[in-house]
């Protein structure tokens, strides 16, 4: 066990830290700047090894972790190590692609318009859900990358924070790290969706 004033050293540090990663990612986080595909993936690469760091510390022999991979299946660090550096090339791919992609300038009357368009062509049936895949894999790809980073990225927060609330004793009754990981990362990620069509839509408005 960490002691008090070591404990205060450790929040402040893990706080500064998510500080800088917020900076790196929410810098002209929509615009295409110079170093913008490094600044997003090393924002990302900070939160999860601030997760990793005070998860050892607050629970080194893992009887507090709620992945699924320890909590259920039993696993150790060498999964939980090996899943997160899974989950961060997959982040670093999705972040490349989007990155480089160019939104197609397509005229519509609507966001719902241009989406169609983009992923069904100009005589499409009109749907409200994604039942099916698009044949323009380009612009999928680049649409599900946008929206996966925001949605992991912001919802990786969630577990460090519930683990500093921990730190300093504090009991927040409603709060359950994995629930609003997971919840606020979907609700992000349906959310980005909207951003990168409304992106497309205004070009093709140009």
């Not at 450790?10 to 929509?30: D, E, N, R, S």
């Not at 607050?58 to 507090?64: A, F, H, M, S, V």
């Not at 899974?86 to 480089?100: E, N, P, Q, S």
Request: glycine share 8%; charged share 15%; net charge positive.
């Amino acid at each position: 066990m960490l002691s008090l004033g070591m404990r205060r050293d450790f929040i402040i540090f893990v706080t500064g830290i998510l500080m800088l990663a917020l900076c790196l990612i929410f810098c002209k986080p929509g615009k295409r700047t110079k170093y913008r595909f490094i600044r997003l993936s090393a924002g990302n690469l900070l939160i999860h090894l601030m997760d990793g760091l005070i998860t050892f510390v607050n629970t080194p022999d893992l009887k507090r972790e709620w992945n699924p991979l320890v909590r259920i299946w039993g696993f150790g660090w060498e999964a939980l190590f090996a899943a997160n550096l899974i989950g961060f090339v997959f982040i670093v791919l999705a972040t490349w692609y989007f990155g480089k992609y160019e939104h197609i300038s397509i005229p519509s009357k609507n966001m719902f318009d241009y989406y169609m368009k983009l992923f069904y062509g100009e005589n499409y049936k009109p749907i409200w859900v994604l039942y099916k895949h698009s044949k323009n894999w380009k612009s999928q790809f680049a649409l599900i990358g946008y929206a996966c980073y925001w949605g992991v990225t912001i919802g990786a927060l969630f577990p460090v924070i519930g683990w500093i609330w921990d730190m300093l004793d504090v009991d927040i009754p409603w709060w359950h790290s994995a629930y609003l990981s997971m919840g606020v990362g979907v609700v992000i990620a349906l959310y980005q969706c909207c951003v990168w069509t409304r992106e497309g839509y205004l070009k093709g408005r140009e």
